[in-house]
């Protein structure tokens, strides 16, 4: 990665940014849905311009503090911060924020929705679990597994493949989560998990599975996307009980 001058200065939203996007990582390790230091969370400025905030190279998440966070442009020139970025983030992130046009993007390999991506259908029946519900009709599947994305053509054919959708399952590797808002985004990637994790114990048992009808499905989808007050409280509550800044502490 390129390394320009760190004089950039930071408003006080994208440092409310930088404190949501840190807590979002936290929480994540929490919750076990890290793996090791690899995967990334992102959250592009809400300036028009290109530049995203990205988790940097080689922290656990768990320690991953609102300072620690690195401010890039697409070309994945280092703006503000002190730690580097890893390029395979840069390659997905990027492309996705770019072709995608989504504002906080959640890549992770967390174990339930992992396994899925590894049969047949390779992701989660909206049909099954009420939390698995609230995702109808907003995902996308991506079979084509093409190996690490070590260039930007890979990250802009994922981008591409996700067709719009939030929820994007990636063949044989994990899965991404956008959202408009980080506590949004978060809360989707947790109930995901949960999901996903709902319907792997189910297959286990061996038993038929009984989806709803295709119209409860796209009800309660509406239903929960019609209310996001709770997104904000669960993450509000991770604040509190992960610590770090409040938005109101930056601001």
């Known amino acids: 990665m390129s390394v320009q001058s760190e004089s950039v200065p930071h408003s006080s939203d994208t440092l409310a940014l930088r404190a949501d996007l840190a807590l979002a990582l936290r929480a994540a390790a929490y919750h076990g849905l890290e793996e090791g230091v690899c995967n990334h969370f992102s959250v592009a400025l809400a300036d028009g311009s290109d530049r995203f905030l990205i988790n940097p190279h080689g922290l656990h998440w768990s320690e991953v503090e609102a300072d620690d966070i690195v401010m890039v442009d697409g070309r994945g020139a280092r703006l503000a911060g002190r730690h580097n970025v890893e390029a395979t983030a ?45 995702f109808h009709g907003r995902v996308a599947i991506d079979a084509r597994y093409d190996g690490l994305a070590l260039d930007t053509a890979e990250g802009e054919r994922i981008a591409r493949a996700m067709h719009g959708a939030d929820v994007v399952f990636l063949g044989n590797h994990g899965v991404v989560v956008c959202g408009e808002r980080v506590d949004y985004a978060y809360d989707d990637l947790y109930f995901l998990e949960r999901a996903c994790q709902a319907e792997v114990l189910a297959l286990s048992t061996g038993a038929p599975l009984e989806p709803v009808p295709e119209t409860m499905a796209r009800h309660v989808a509406m239903q929960i996307q019609g209310e996001r007050l709770q997104s904000t409280l669960f993450f509000e509550s991770l604040r509190r009980r992960l610590g770090g800044a409040s938005r109101d502490t930056v601001r």
């Open 90 to 134: 840069m390659f997905i992130h990027a492309a996705i924020h770019r072709i995608a046009r989504k504002t906080c993007v959640l890549h992770t390999h967390m174990p339930y929705a992992t396994a899925l991506t590894l049969t047949a259908r390779r992701g989660l029946d909206t049909r099954l679990s009420q939390n698995a519900m609230r």
